[in-house]
């Protein structure tokens, strides 16, 4: 089925920087779109930014400028860069593949455990 495992959230201060990896395994990774979703407290979870099988990418408005998203085929891993972080930005942040060229949910059939990303003000 494949794995996906998240890595490098943590504390930060508002105007900092954080990057998150998410390495997979038991899937050929170059095959999928790939994208970062997050989730806040009594939130629903929602998409953050996509990487195309042809290397097109897309970000919701409100990281667009802000976040930058990457992958690996050769190592497998998928990044986000994250840049002038706000309070707004703090949630649960989740990696994901899918087979649909989308932002939603519902395309996306496999998902890591999440790394929790929390900014101070």
């Known amino acids: 089925q494949g794995q996906l495992v998240e890595s490098g959230g943590g504390l930060v201060q508002a105007g900092g920087s954080l990057r998150l990896s998410c390495a997979a395994s038991?899937?050929?990774?170059?095959?999928?779109?790939m994208g970062w979703f997050r989730q806040a407290p009594g939130k629903e979870r929602e998409f953050v930014a996509r990487i195309a099988k042809n290397a097109m990418t897309y970000y919701a408005d409100s990281v667009k400028g802000r976040f930058t998203i990457s992958k690996d085929n050769s190592k497998n891993t998928l990044y986000l860069q994250m840049n002038t972080l706000k309070p707004e930005d703090t949630a649960v942040y989740y990696c994901a593949a899918g087979w649909s060229d989308t932002a939603y949910v519902r395309t996306y059939d496999a998902w890591g455990q999440g790394t929790q990303v929390t900014v101070s003000s």
């Open positions: 038991g899937r050929t990774f170059s095959s999928y779109v």
